[in-house]
T-cell receptor, first 115, second 114 residues
């Protein structure tokens, strides 16, 4: 069964460093998403991406964050200058919306630890 | 404010028993409501999707209900198994289409004991 894959599974970085989290969505999907989950808290929407542009973003997704689909398969989330509070699990998701469902399939996540 | 609240926060049951998880939401406009299962260290996996007009939907041992008037949903798990131990998250899609933003509840952590 096709799945969303994320790399790395765990990323450790120093505060102020740039990180890039990578995702390979399911191949025929058209919508792409990033979510984050701080330990012990709810999953929070960050951004959705469709047709090579951001379709919606949350207040969390400030100028420190950017997303890119550099080729036909990868979808990346970049954090320019990481802060301690960026430590979280980051989930990528993708979907192929049909009329009724638009099921979003999630990857296993990348755990980002900012020291 | 668009919120999704779940109860109980955690639940412990014996294998083979049934349980019901609750979800209340204030999200508007409402597109649809989903229940996800999240195993520890994994991403959420969709269990059921319910639109405004659906009252009940089953997926194997999982049965979800939706009352769009009172903005409440429940997830009933029958004949629980050890593998049901996970976090169950109620998610509401905000917006007029099914591509809207997902708003997550905080989840109910279910532990099934032998």
């Amino acid at each position: 069964e096709p799945e969303v894959t994320q790399t790395p599974s765990h990323q450790v970085t120093q505060m102020g460093q740039e990180v890039i989290l990578r995702c390979v969505p399911i191949s025929n999907h058209l919508y792409f998403y990033w979510y984050r989950q701080i330990l012990g808290q709810k999953v929070e929407f960050l951004v959705s991406f469709y047709n090579n542009e951001i379709s919606e973003k949350s207040e969390i997704f400030d100028d420190q964050f950017s997303v890119e689909r550099p080729d036909g398969s990868n979808f990346t989330l970049k954090i320019r200058s990481t802060k301690l509070e960026d430590s979280a699990m980051y989930f990528c998701a993708s979907s192929y919306p049909d009329r009724a469902k638009n099921i979003q399939y999630f990857g296993a996540g990348t755990r980002l630890s900012v020291l | 404010k668009n919120q999704v609240e779940q109860s109980p926060q955690s639940l412990i049951i014996l294998e083979g028993k049934n349980c019901t998880l609750q979800c209340n939401y204030t999200v508007s406009p409402f597109s649809n409501l989903r229940w996800y299962k999240q195993d520890t260290g994994r991403g959420p996996v969709s269990l059921t999707i319910m639109t405004f007009s659906e009252n009940t939907k089953s997926n194997g041992r999982y049965t979800a209900t939706l009352d769009a008037d009172t903005k409440q949903s429940s997830l009933h798990i029958t004949a629980s198994q050890l593998s049901d131990s996970a976090s169950y998250i109620c998610v509401v899609i905000k917006g007029s289409s099914n591509t809207g933003k997902l708003i997550f509840g905080q989840g109910t952590t279910l532990q099934v004991k032998p």
